[in-house]
Nanobody, 116 residues
Framework: QVRLVESGGGSVQPGGSLRLSCAVSETIFSISAAGWYRQAPEKERELVATVRTSGDTNYADSVKGRFTVSRDNAKNTVFLTMDNLKPEDSAVYYC??????????WGQGTQVTVSA
């Protein structure tokens, strides 16, 4: 069974930075699109950023220019580097994997809190 384990969440002041990591247990990672979603209290889960196997990336408008998604296929890991964080970025961040067989996998989530 594919497992996704996130790390790197925490609390930071506005303007600060965090780097999230998501380690995937299986080599299916290398042939799958990977990315990050987030869910704030009383809001729906939303896409943050994705990175395809080609390296092509896609970002939500709200994070463009501040967040960077990347992947290391040798380590089955996807990263999210978050700079210039804002209070509205506070949410639980979920790692996501979308295999070429149309299977989707989720991590357990990691909390990011941005406050003064």
């Amino acid at each position: 069974q594919v497992r996704l384990v996130e790390s790197g969440g925490g609390s930071v002041q506005p303007g600060g930075s965090l780097r999230l990591s998501c380690a995937v247990s299986e080599t299916i990672f290398s042939i799958s699109a990977a990315g990050w979603y987030r869910q704030a209290p009383e809001k729906e889960r939303e896409l943050v950023a994705t990175v395809r196997t080609s390296g092509d990336t896609n970002y939500a408008d709200s994070v463009k220019g501040r967040f960077t998604v990347s992947r290391d296929n040798a380590k089955n890991t996807v990263f999210l580097t978050m700079d210039n964080l804002k209070p509205e970025d506070s949410a639980v961040y979920y790692c996501h994997l979308h295999s070429p067989f149309s299977n989707q996998y989720w991590g357990q989530g990691t909390q990011v809190t941005v406050s003064a």
